[in-house]
């Protein structure tokens, strides 16, 4: 085990072991830190190195969770347009009602939670959200 990431300091570490022996090694698996990979790079040359699934989800889960923010605020945005359109032209406005009965809005905003589970441990009401959102 080695104490601190600093490239060098691991690098001398590991370094201390034969080559030979580093050559054997046929995969690493890295979180996203470019430090790590330099590290396996230099010190193990035959290794393939794949960044590991907890890392690669974490990303996908919260570009997906930008993506429902950027889609939330449209919709705010949209509704207060057309509240503003209503009230200058003296009408009562009514949001859209989903078949699930939320509104857009809504609909984004209570998506958050279930985007982090597993498809399978979903209950009803966030299938019949997913349905409408995807």
């Not at 509104?103 to 985007?115: E, G, I, M, P, V």
């Amino acid at each position: 085990m080695v104490a601190g990431t600093k490239t060098e300091t691991v690098i001398a570490i590991i370094d201390k072991i034969p080559l030979k022996r580093r050559n054997l090694v046929t995969e690493i698996t890295l979180d996203m830190a470019g430090n790590m990979g330099l590290i396996a790079k230099k010190c193990f040359p035959n290794a393939t190195r794949v960044t590991d699934r907890f890392h690669v989800q974490k990303l996908a889960t919260e570009a997906l969770q930008e993506i429902r923010i950027k889609y939330r605020w449209q919709a705010i945005n949209q509704e207060n347009e057309v509240i503003e359109k209503a009230k200058k032209n003296k009408k009562r406005f009514e949001s859209e009602v989903l078949t699930n009965g939320d509104t857009l809005k809504q609909l984004l905003a209570r998506s958050s939670y279930f985007l982090y589970k597993n498809k399978s441990k979903w209950s009803v009401n966030q299938i019949e959200r997913a349905n409408l959102l995807f």
